[in-house]
């Protein structure tokens, strides 16, 4: 499996939240951030305008267009600077019964927006998540980039619009689908990841992309520095500069926190002998490894794996 597919097969989504919505001009909506959920804009007709209270970055979404927020970032959307701004939470309880569209604004000019979030269900801090930005826009002629993406957003957006039967799992479907999209279209806009931080950039670069993978693919293995950096063909010193550089964290950091995450997938999968997931991550030591887990998590296995069975 690929790193990408790695990371991605990492995350669940715990809820989703969808919500066709007409406003006509003038109208301003002060959007709330929630951490751990990612909130997402699909323009459907017309345009608004977006701004950040923690940012001064202004962007103008037209038709076709889409935002995702990953990191759940609070946002001003309106279809002018100028227009007044109201509260989103004040104006609404919740979303509406499927099928039925929000209508808001002064009855002016009409836009028309799919907005939605959804919660990430992540024990432990993901790589892919930490690394993309605060804000993904992408223009219409960047949708192309990635197949069947427009498709996507045409069928959730029908979904969404219907109450029919098998709804809500086809739109649980079609958000994983949708947030996985937007992340490859990201990583077309920006091949080189230049502009990214941390594990999209470490991806991208072709000796810590290829370390990478080589812990991704054999995270039990007795990997040192030297060995990665041997690899991959570097001298020991100048890989270890360069992973830290790249990805912001050291090369042994890096395998202890991926080690984690494969066992918390085991743990996941109902594996239920803290020894057995020690030895499955590369540990000979019992002892060993529920220290390193819960430095990384911030409990012990047993605890936490008791919990999770829980569905705590």
């Not at 991550?281 to 919990?307: I, N």
Request: aromatic letters at 10%; glycine letters at 8%.
């Amino acid at each position: 499996m690929d790193c990408l597919s790695d990371a991605l097969n990492r995350i669940r989504f715990k809820s989703y939240i969808h919500c066709n919505s007409e406003f006509t001009a003038p109208w301003g909506l002060k959007m709330p951030g929630f951490q751990g959920h990612a909130a997402f804009l699909v323009m459907m007709r017309g345009g608004c305008v977006v701004s950040f209270d923690d940012s001064e970055d202004v962007y103008s979404l037209a038709a076709g267009e889409v935002m995702l927020l990953p990191r759940g970032s609070g946002c001003i959307i309106r279809d002018n600077p100028s227009s007044t701004v109201a509260n989103f939470e004040e104006l609404k309880t919740g979303p509406p019964p499927r099928g039925e569209i929000w209508h808001y604004g002064g009855g002016g000019a009409l836009t028309s927006i799919l907005m939605g979030c959804f919660e990430f269900d992540i024990h432990l801090k993901n790589p892919l998540i930490e690394s993309l930005p605060g804000v993904i826009y992408l223009k219409a002629a960047q949708l192309h980039s990635e197949p069947w993406l427009e498709k996507t957003l045409q069928f959730l957006a029908s979904e969404t619009a219907n109450n029919r039967p098998g709804s809500d799992i086809l739109i649980g479907r079609l958000t994983d689908m949708f947030f996985i999209q937007i992340v490859r279209a990201f990583m077309m806009q920006h091949r080189d990841c230049a502009n990214s931080t941390g594990w999209l950039k470490g991806l991208g670069d072709p000796e810590i992309g290829a370390a990478l993978r080589l812990i991704h693919e054999r995270p039990s293995a007795p990997w040192t520095v030297a060995s990665l950096a041997k690899e991959v063909g570097m001298s020991r010193t100048t890989f270890a500069v360069k992973f830290a550089s790249l990805m912001q964290t050291t090369p042994m950091d890096y395998l202890t926190l991926w080690r984690m995450q494969e066992a918390v997938s085991l743990m996941e999968k109902g594996e239920d002998s803290v020894s057995a997931i020690a030895n499955a991550v590369g540990y000979s030591s019992e002892a060993a490894f529920a220290k390193a887990f819960k430095r990384e998590v911030g409990e012990a296995p047993g605890s936490f794996r008791r919990k999770l069975m829980a569905g705590v």
